[in-house]
C-alpha cells in the first residue's frame, strides 16, 4: 500500500464502511463484535495513526492518567506536576491535566472520563468530595495526593500535617512568642483542618490561647493573606508572630508586614508550611515546614499503576515525614530580642 493508511484504506481491506470503522475508533457500541474484531485486525496490523487511540481500543488501555489541580499558579504545583509527570513516562503513561478551582472535581471528573482515562491523581480535593466518592464505589483508580476526603476508602499520599504543625508551633514557643495569628487556608481542605488543629492543639498545651480574632482563613490566597495580615498587624492585640499553613499565603503575609512598616523577623515572626522552592530563595528565606513533594508525586502514581493492576486491593494511605526547615523569618519577640542583645 502506498503513502499513509487512511480510515478509508482500513474499510476496503476489512469489508465495512468508512462510517463503521469511525465508529470502532470512537468505541461506539453500534458495531458488531465480529465487525469489530475484523477492523482492530486491520489497524493492528497496519499500526494505524492515531496510533495510541488504536492501541487503546485493541488492548482496552488509554494509557493515560488525568490529574486535577486547583490553582496552577500556586508554587506548590509545578514541581509537583513535573515529578507526576516524570513517573507517568516511565511506566510509559501519558498525563491529562486538568487546572480547576476547589470543589469543582465533577466537572473535570466528567471530561477525564470521556478521555478514558485509567485512573485519576486529585490534589486537592475537599473533605466533602462527591465526585471522589462516586469513584471510589464504583472502584475507579484514584489517589488522594496531600488531601484526604471523609469517608472515603481510597489511597492517599500525604505529608504528616499534625507533626509538622506541631513542630512550627513549638518552635515559635521556644523562641518566647506568646501572641501568635494564624492563617488558615480552605475550611474544606484536609491539609488546612489538620494544620490549623494541630497548631492549635500545640499552643493550648503550652497554655497560650489562640483567640478568634487572630485566627483568619484566607483560602490558600496570597492576596487574601495579605490582607487579613494586614488586619491583624494594625488590630488590637497585635501578634509578634504570623503562622500560615502554606508558603503562598506565608508571602502574603511578609508583603503585609513590610508595607506596614514592619521588619521580618525583628517586629513580627513569619512561618509557611510545605517549602516550596521559593521558601529557600534569598529574597524571602521563609522559615517552613518542609515536605518531600517529589517523593510523594512518584508514591502516589506507582500506588495509582497497582490499583489499575489490581482494583479489589485494600486501601493504603502512605504518611511522609514534615520537617522543620529554620531560616530567616522568625525570631524572639521585639522585646525579648532587645533584652537579649542588652545582656550581650
Same mark, same amino acid.
Given at each position: +500500500?502506498?503513502?499513509p493508511?487512511?480510515?478509508?484504506?482500513?474499510?476496503?481491506?476489512?469489508?465495512?464502511?468508512?462510517?463503521?470503522?469511525?465508529?470502532?475508533?470512537n468505541?461506539?457500541?453500534?458495531?458488531?463484535p465480529?465487525?469489530?474484531?475484523?477492523?482492530l485486525?486491520?489497524?493492528?496490523?497496519?499500526?494505524?495513526?492515531?496510533s495510541?487511540?488504536?492501541?487503546g481500543?485493541v488492548?482496552?488501555?488509554?494509557?493515560?492518567?488525568?490529574?486535577?489541580?486547583?490553582?496552577?499558579?500556586n508554587? %506548590?504545583?509545578?514541581? %509537583?506536576?513535573?515529578?507526576?509527570?516524570?513517573?507517568?513516562?516511565?511506566?510509559?503513561?501519558?498525563?491529562?491535566?486538568?487546572?480547576? =478551582?476547589?470543589?469543582?472535581? &465533577?466537572?473535570? #471528573?466528567?471530561? @477525564?472520563?470521556?478521555?478514558?482515562?485509567?485512573?485519576?491523581?486529585?490534589?486537592?480535593?475537599?473533605?466533602?468530595?462527591?465526585?471522589?466518592?462516586?469513584?471510589?464505589? &464504583?472502584?475507579?483508580?484514584?489517589?488522594?495526593?496531600?488531601?484526604?476526603?471523609?469517608?472515603?476508602?481510597?489511597?492517599?499520599?500525604v505529608?504528616?500535617?499534625?507533626?509538622?504543625?506541631?513542630?512550627?508551633?513549638?518552635?515559635?514557643?521556644?523562641?518566647?512568642?506568646?501572641?501568635?495569628?494564624?492563617?488558615?487556608?480552605?475550611?474544606?481542605?484536609?491539609?488546612?483542618?489538620?494544620?490549623?488543629?494541630? %497548631?492549635?492543639t500545640?499552643?493550648e498545651?503550652?497554655?497560650?490561647?489562640?483567640?478568634?480574632?487572630?485566627?483568619?482563613?484566607?483560602?490558600?490566597?496570597?492576596?487574601?493573606?495579605?490582607?487579613?495580615?494586614?488586619? +491583624? @498587624?494594625t488590630?488590637p492585640?497585635?501578634?509578634?508572630?504570623?503562622?500560615? #499553613?502554606?508558603?503562598?499565603?506565608?508571602? =502574603?503575609? @511578609?508583603?503585609?508586614?513590610?508595607?506596614?512598616g514592619l521588619?521580618?523577623?525583628?517586629?513580627?515572626?513569619?512561618?509557611?508550611?510545605?517549602?516550596?522552592? +521559593?521558601?529557600?530563595?534569598?529574597?524571602?528565606r @521563609?522559615?517552613?515546614?518542609?515536605?518531600?513533594?517529589?517523593?510523594?508525586?512518584?508514591?502516589?502514581?506507582?500506588?495509582?499503576? &497497582?490499583?489499575?493492576? &489490581?482494583?479489589?486491593?485494600?486501601?493504603?494511605?502512605?504518611?511522609?515525614?514534615?520537617?522543620?526547615?529554620?531560616?530567616?523569618?522568625?525570631a #524572639?519577640?521585639?522585646?525579648?530580642?532587645?533584652?537579649?542583645?542588652?545582656?550581650?
Amino acid at each position: +500500500m502506498n503513502g499513509p493508511l487512511t480510515s478509508s484504506d482500513i474499510a476496503r481491506e476489512a469489508g465495512v464502511s468508512q462510517a463503521t470503522v469511525s465508529r470502532v475508533l470512537n468505541g461506539s457500541d453500534r458495531v458488531a463484535p465480529g465487525t469489530r474484531d475484523r477492523v482492530l485486525a486491520v489497524i493492528e496490523r497496519h499500526g494505524y495513526a492515531p496510533s495510541a487511540l488504536a492501541r487503546g481500543l485493541v488492548t482496552n488501555r488509554s494509557q493515560l492518567i488525568g490529574v486535577i489541580v486547583a490553582d496552577i499558579t500556586n508554587p %506548590f504545583y509545578p514541581e %509537583f506536576i513535573e515529578a507526576i509527570g516524570e513517573s507517568l513516562a516511565a511506566r510509559e503513561l501519558r498525563m491529562l491535566f486538568y487546572n480547576g =478551582g476547589l470543589g469543582d472535581e &465533577e466537572a473535570y #471528573v466528567r471530561l @477525564l472520563l470521556e478521555h478514558r482515562v485509567e485512573g485519576i491523581i486529585f490534589t486537592s480535593a475537599l473533605r466533602s468530595s462527591q465526585a471522589v466518592r462516586r469513584l471510589v464505589d &464504583e472502584r475507579f483508580p484514584l489517589v488522594l495526593t496531600n488531601r484526604s476526603v471523609d469517608g472515603a476508602d481510597c489511597d492517599v499520599v500525604v505529608g504528616d500535617n499534625p507533626a509538622g504543625a506541631q513542630a512550627a508551633a513549638q518552635h515559635l514557643l521556644d523562641l518566647g512568642h506568646r501572641r501568635i495569628g494564624l492563617i488558615t487556608g480552605h475550611a474544606e481542605a484536609s491539609t488546612s483542618v489538620e494544620r490549623a488543629a494541630a %497548631f492549635a492543639t500545640r499552643l493550648e498545651a503550652a497554655g497560650v490561647e489562640l483567640p478568634a480574632h487572630l485566627v483568619r482563613d484566607a483560602a490558600f490566597d496570597q492576596a487574601a493573606a495579605r490582607r487579613v495580615a494586614v488586619e +491583624m @498587624l494594625t488590630g488590637p492585640d497585635q501578634p509578634t508572630a504570623l503562622m500560615c #499553613v502554606n508558603d503562598v499565603m506565608a508571602f =502574603g503575609a @511578609l508583603n503585609a508586614a513590610r508595607s506596614l512598616g514592619l521588619r521580618v523577623p525583628e517586629d513580627v515572626s513569619v512561618m509557611g508550611f510545605d517549602d516550596i522552592p +521559593m521558601a529557600g530563595w534569598e529574597a524571602f528565606r @521563609l522559615t517552613t515546614v518542609r515536605q518531600p513533594l517529589a517523593e510523594m508525586a512518584r508514591a502516589s502514581v506507582r500506588l495509582l499503576s &497497582e490499583r489499575i493492576a &489490581e482494583r479489589g486491593r485494600p486501601a493504603q494511605r502512605l504518611v511522609y515525614p514534615s520537617d522543620l526547615i529554620v531560616r530567616d523569618t522568625t525570631a #524572639v519577640p521585639a522585646p525579648d530580642r532587645r533584652a537579649a542583645e542588652a545582656r550581650r
